[in-house]
């Protein structure tokens, strides 16, 4: 009936083979035997996968809790503002703008020798009481993981801006009204009738922001290539890196273990979008 | 009084966010008409030939059309590359609507057995990346015959989960009563589906179609996984190519990926604003 051909074709690319990599993680490719978790230790004992581990946790760490701040303080300024929808659409802009575009912008703005170390060192020399600027090379020293955060936070602070605003906008108005002829100050009815409000909001884009540092990959392998810095080096590569490599059996074993972890983050997020 | 600073402050912060966010594009129709001797002269210390830092002209000194002559008339390469693009984002919008609206149809009206579970696996699906199922789409691609084809980035997109979600959601929003009525007139489903559903659930297929369009008009990871040959690419992959060196042409490739993108966003705000909010809140 109506289901039937779109589910056919998410069989066929999604679940069927997704199932024969989960049977593939347990066997060596070539003669098909089966080596138990041998893979799968081969792949936690590997450096380059837990340097990427470690990474990707670090830039999970820095990246959400930034997102969804910068994104919740700025929805909150917006509600009600006259000009919220034309700043909202703004704030949006990245979402239509291709990964190579960006990245040909911030090759001028980031390098070494770029745009952006120009003007700080201007600001430096303008400014006699600042100590003097040295250059920062982003891409190659530990700032890269600041510049991957930024284009991250560039790119998704408008997406989550909305969701913000239409969990805001489910709030009922009376109750805040209420408080204020009441006497409560903007940060008691923050406090006592918004957060609250919010905290399914909180859950939601907290998971859906942890998804789209997943999601991320792209702008990090344009503007830093397959073997970027070592900040940057996220479990992303190691997958693109071993899959350029044929290394098959590994990546089966990896891919497993992250779908597992994802699949937690999913359904957590599940239990609440599906309530609708 | 005191309300009224207050919304201009809000306003004041909030247009600087929003301007901070704009400002990097504001480099790109300059850089595009921008001579190359000039771009030579700023970017110097980027390309290796200088000491001290770069600088940019929003406003080029001596503007010129020369890289956009280049690109149209003297790079046959470029046509063939952007219908490539064009090709591939329209087969898969196309095979998303008749695959995924009925789809969406049935998993919002149908009550049926496993419908909660398929949803859930649905829902499962969209919101992994790429890189997880880049193994399991090669395995499947291979068995096909379909690597290094145009097919092994359309198929797989055609049947992402992510427009059937969102299509649904507005579908969702079509009350009820209505097609109840319609079954008891005797409508066939397929006459409910096509006279009420489709223009009822307009605002939700749009927001799909748009956030579609955007998301494969910047395809990488899935063409430089499954397609060998470069005269297959698309453009958001060719322009990552382009050194440095010549970066006012790369800058005149980026407008021409840009426009029809830019264009969609500002034809589809509403559905797109809309579709992300589906995306996010119960209801």
Known sequence: M?????????????????FEVVRRSFVKSGNNAFVGTDNYRTVFTNSAFLLAVRNTLLYMAVGVPLL???????SLLLRGLALRRKLVSAMLLPMAVPAAVMVLTLQILIDRQGVVNGVLTKVSEQITALPAFAAIDYLNTEWALAVVVCSFLWKNTGYMVILWLAGLSALPKEVEEAAQVDGANRWQSWHYIIRPGLSGSFFTIGMLSVLQIFKSYREVWMVAGSYPQEHIYFLQHLLQNW???????RMAALT????????????????????? | MRKKKRAWFATAICAAAAALICAPLLMIPGGSLMDSAEMRRILAPILGEGSGFAVWHLIPLYPTIGHFYRLLIESPAFYRLFWNTVGMTAAILLGQLVVGLPSAWAFATFRFRGRDFLFGL???????PFQVMLLPQYIVLQKLQMYNHPAAVVLPAIFSTFPVFIMYRGFTQIDGEILEAARLDGAGEWQIFLQIGLPL????????????????WNLVEQPMAFLEEQAMWPLSLYLPQIDISQAGFAFAVAVMVLIPALFVFALGQDALEEGIAY???KQ
Not at chain 1, 243 to 249: A, R, T
Not at chain 2, 201 to 216: D, H, N, P, R, T
């Open chain 1, 68 to 74: 969804m701040g910068i994104s919740l303080m700025l």
């Open chain 2, 122 to 128: 649905y829902v499962v699906l969209m919101l992994l």
């Open chain 1, 256 to 276: 497993v273990i992250l779908s597992l972890v994802l699949l937690c983050v999913c359904l957590l997020l599940q239990k609440r979008l599906e309530a609708g």
């Open chain 2, 201 to 216: 659930g307009k605002m939700g297929i749009q927001a799909a179609i748009v956030l579609s369009f955007l998301e494969y």
């Open chain 2, 279 to 281: 995306i996010g809140v």
């Open chain 1, 2 to 18: 109506f289901l039937l051909p779109g589910f056919t074709g998410v069989m066929l690319f999604y679940l069927f083979p997704f």
């Open chain 1, 243 to 249: 899959y350029l490599k044929l290394e098959f059996d």
